[in-house]
């Protein structure tokens, strides 16, 4: 699923968990109250991140997906490609 955020004053809206370094791939931890994904609806606590911005996120580190996270604040927008189990 491919889900397009704008970025508010509190960021995107959810916390990422995982990375290579924990053996596991990135993922969704919660979705903030309020915040840009909860007010999306598509993004779900436990759902994997991807991509980022079509760049290829499996297998990546916690410390790059919060990067790439980071750049696309920058730019106010995020485009996720996301697996849910």
Same mark, same amino acid.
């Given at each position: 699923? &491919?889900?397009?955020?704008?970025?508010? =004053?509190?960021?995107?809206?959810?916390?990422?968990?995982?990375? =290579?370094? =924990?053996?596991?791939?990135?993922?969704v931890g919660y979705i903030v109250s309020d915040?840009?994904?909860?007010?999306?609806?598509?993004?779900?606590?436990?759902? =994997?991140?991807?991509?980022?911005? &079509?760049?290829?996120?499996?297998?990546?580190?916690?410390?790059?997906?919060?990067?790439?996270?980071?750049?696309?604040?920058? &730019?106010?927008?995020?485009?996720?490609?996301?697996?849910?189990?």
């Amino acid at each position: 699923m &491919n889900i397009d955020l704008i970025r508010q =004053e509190t960021g995107f809206g959810f916390r990422i968990v995982g990375g =290579e370094e =924990e053996g596991s791939q990135v993922s969704v931890g919660y979705i903030v109250s309020d915040g840009s994904a909860h007010i999306d609806g598509r993004l779900k606590p436990k759902d =994997e991140i991807i991509m980022i911005d &079509n760049e290829c996120v499996l297998g990546a580190t916690h410390r790059r997906v919060v990067q790439l996270m980071t750049i696309a604040g920058l &730019n106010r927008r995020v485009k996720l490609m996301i697996r849910r189990k």
